[in-house]
C-alpha cells in the first residue's frame, strides 16, 4: 500500500511537485524497501493497454531505493520522497513543465530487489488533472 501527503488530483505544470510515499503492508506497518526500486507513470487514458511504457507523458522509473536514505527519505521504515522541480541553475527543463495540461491516469509501483524475490505492487493509480502555470515566476 501506499500513501502519499500530497494527492495526485491535481497538479500546475511547472510547478515543484513533490510526492511522498508511504509503503506499508496489509496492516498499515512500514515495510523496508531497501533495495527495491519505486516507479511513477502518467499516461493518457487512450494509451492503456499496449504494454508499454513509451507512451507515458510523466514517469519517474527505477529509482533505486538502495542509496536514498537521508533527511527526508528513510527507506527503512518504508518512507520515500520523489520531486520533479527545475534543476538549481534553471538550465534543463524538468519532465513537469514538458507535460501538456489535460486529464492523465497514473500509478504508482513498488518492486522489490531480485534477493526478495522480485514482485511487483501497485500502491495506488487513479487519475491526475494537470493545470496550466498562471504565473510565470523565475
Given at each position: 500500500r501506499g500513501e502519499n501527503d500530497m494527492p495526485l488530483t491535481n497538479l500546475v505544470k511547472g510547478d515543484d511537485w513533490k510526492f511522498i510515499v508511504n509503503v506499508?503492508?496489509?496492516?498499515?506497518?512500514?515495510?523496508?524497501?531497501?533495495g527495491?526500486?519505486?516507479?511513477?507513470?502518467?499516461k493518457n487514458k487512450t494509451d492503456l493497454g499496449g504494454g508499454s511504457d513509451a507512451t507515458a507523458v510523466f514517469q519517474v522509473k527505477d529509482l533505486d531505493l538502495q542509496d536514498v536514505n537521508?533527511?527526508?527519505?528513510?527507506?527503512i521504515n518504508g518512507k520515500v520522497v520523489l520531486r520533479a522541480r527545475r534543476d538549481s541553475a534553471g538550465t534543463s527543463p524538468p519532465a513537469n513543465t514538458?507535460?501538456?495540461?489535460?486529464s492523465?491516469?497514473?500509478d504508482v509501483q513498488y518492486?522489490?530487489?531480485?534477493?526478495q524475490g522480485s514482485s511487483v505492487a501497485t500502491?495506488?493509480?487513479g487519475t491526475v488533472n494537470i493545470q496550466e502555470q498562471v504565473t510565470e515566476a523565475a
Open positions: 506499508t503492508d496489509d496492516a498499515g506497518s512500514p515495510l523496508d524497501v531497501t527495491g526500486s519505486l516507479w511513477i507513470t502518467m537521508d533527511a527526508e527519505n528513510d527507506v514538458l507535460v501538456a495540461a489535460g492523465y491516469v497514473y518492486m522489490t530487489s531480485a534477493g500502491l495506488e493509480l
